[in-house]
């Protein structure tokens, strides 16, 4: 109950934050569209984290910045930079508060509450098949409390008188070596016996008969002070009764003294009450609640109970969800990558016709650096009404602005080349790097040359795309072919069976 009274504590503040910080921050949110960040509504709360908590010190990783400036250019990096660590802090808020309302349903389903008034569980009503409880004893021995976390099991009865008999006796061969607990064999005994009063989770119930007392308690501890250093010879019977049916079996054994700390008597009382549960289950069947033991034979020791928590589970689902909304924060970065993957393929796709339009401006008399400003004043005056944008104009746009702020034509190029990340514009920057540094009489019919290759490599690119897209229809067509095969075998089949 703890854990869900935090996680509501935790929900609360996340969001009376987001109700408070909701309108902050306009100046920044007035540049930012719902298309391009879905989580809009969010954000506002985010770059109140970044700004208070985080001191603004929070940035991406370099292959990111290097990525966001490729996208958006100089004149926009520090913004989207900004905005793209708003958005992975909105994901992790949003991704937070579901693992936090998650942990605190969960965390209230464990925490049903039983009565342990008197020491007593409310038995289940019959029919409804075994249940399991997770308890807590407090265990206070020789001055001193420890919890222990016990389960206890309450089996559904269902016996089977046909095969009692032979069950029993199969169940008595196995006697022999389940009896050992933590001992080796039969003939050296110096740990407690496994006198466990139902065979493993069946009815089969076994009355433990010491025939010698004087070395062995009813619980199976080993009354060591009894035993003598070369050993003492023990024999046991063991009763076993299923389905009104019974079958005897004795076990010779050999005990030797050891001594036990206290921690091993606190291992052995903790047994012991598994084993005092078990039996007192099911001896209690027509009650409805069920006793729970408040000491155990052959110690002086002072048992309590308490409902344990499920909280170790509940703290393992919180910290992967956890873990889960900090990798989806981390796949922003992917996103980020992905977006210049289509960039890139973008440039490469307008390539062949940016040189067509280079070449037949040059051919027509322009030089280079105005035919280049033509194309990017047209696509300026065609698309500035137009949220789309073409990244290769766009990059155009920044060379053009490079060289009216000074920037010699050659530098502008050459980042020009750069920033497009594509080994086309390589080719094409170096030839007209090449151009204005030596002047060549066949750079046309060099561009045009470039400009064929290019849309060879755009045809290209077009069929391995077609390929790909044929593949992805194989399943659904298979799908649709074992559909119309079922619907015209099935009207034969139907007649056959007629």
């Known amino acids: 109950m703890v854990v869900s009274i935090v996680c509501l504590i935790f929900i609360i503040i996340i969001a009376v934050t987001f109700l408070l910080t909701k309108n902050m921050y306009t100046e920044d949110m007035k540049y930012v569209d719902k298309k391009t960040y879905k989580l809009i509504e969010v954000m506002p709360t985010a770059l109140f984290i970044m700004d208070k908590i985080f001191n603004n010190r929070l940035h991406p990783n370099r292959k990111a910045r290097e990525n966001i400036l490729l996208i958006y250019g100089k004149r926009e990096c520090k913004f989207r930079l900004k905005m793209h660590e708003a958005e992975k802090i909105s994901l992790g808020l949003i991704g937070v508060v579901a693992v936090l309302f998650i942990t605190m349903l969960i965390s209230i389903y464990n925490s049903e509450k039983l009565s342990l008034s008197s020491n007593t569980i409310i038995r289940p009503s019959a029919g409804s098949g075994n249940v399991e409880y997770n308890l807590q004893a407090e265990i206070e021995f020789q001055g001193e409390k420890e919890v222990k976390n016990l389960k206890v099991i309450i089996p559904e009865e269902s016996p089977n008188k046909e095969i009692a008999i032979k069950k029993l006796e199969e169940v008595a061969s196995l006697l022999p070596n389940i009896i050992l607990g933590n001992n080796e064999n039969l003939s050296v005994v110096n740990k407690k016996l496994a006198f466990f009063p139902y065979y493993e989770q069946s009815n089969i119930k076994i009355d433990w008969i010491v ?246 490599i755009r045809k290209n690119n077009a069929k391995k795309a077609g390929e790909k897209a044929s593949s992805k229809l194989l399943l659904p067509m298979g799908i649709m072919f074992i559909i119309i095969l079922l619907l015209v075998m099935m009207p034969a089949f139907m007649s056959l069976n007629l």
Not at 281 to 306: C, M, R
Not at 383 to 407: A, D, H
Not at 412 to 436: H, S, W
Request: a neutral charge; aromatic letters at 8%.
């Open 211 to 456: 025939d010698t007392p004087a070395y062995i308690n009813n619980n199976g501890e080993l009354k060591y002070y009894n035993i003598e250093p070369k050993g003492n010879n023990a024999q046991i019977t063991a009763n076993l009764t299923y389905a009104g049916e019974k079958v005897s079996t004795v076990i010779q054994l050999k005990v030797y003294p050891r001594t036990i700390t206290r921690r091993e008597k606190i291992q052995l009382i903790e047994e012991a009450l598994k084993e005092q549960l078990e039996r007192e289950n099911l001896l209690n069947n027509y009650g409805d609640k069920i006793i729970l033991p408040t000491n155990v034979q052959g110690y002086e020791a002072n048992i309590s109970w308490f409902l344990t928590s499920q909280s170790s589970d509940t703290l393992k689902i919180f910290i992967l969800g956890i873990l889960g909304v900090i990798l989806l924060m981390l796949l922003k970065d992917y996103d980020i990558k992905r977006k210049v993957e289509e960039r890139n393929n973008q440039i490469r796709r307008n390539f062949p016709e940016f040189v067509i339009k280079i070449t037949l401006l040059i051919n027509a008399g322009m030089t280079l650096s105005r035919a280049w400003k033509k194309i990017s004043i047209d696509y300026y005056n065609q698309t500035c009404n137009i949220s789309e944008k073409e990244f290769l104009y766009e990059e155009m746009l920044i060379t053009l602005q490079e060289i009216n702020n000074g920037v010699s034509e050659i530098q502008a190029y050459e980042d020009f080349g750069k920033r497009c990340k594509i080994p086309e514009m390589m080719r094409f920057t170096t030839v007209i790097i090449q151009n204005l540094r030596k002047g060549n009489d066949r750079l046309v019919v060099t561009l045009q040359n470039q400009a064929n290759e290019a849309w060879e």
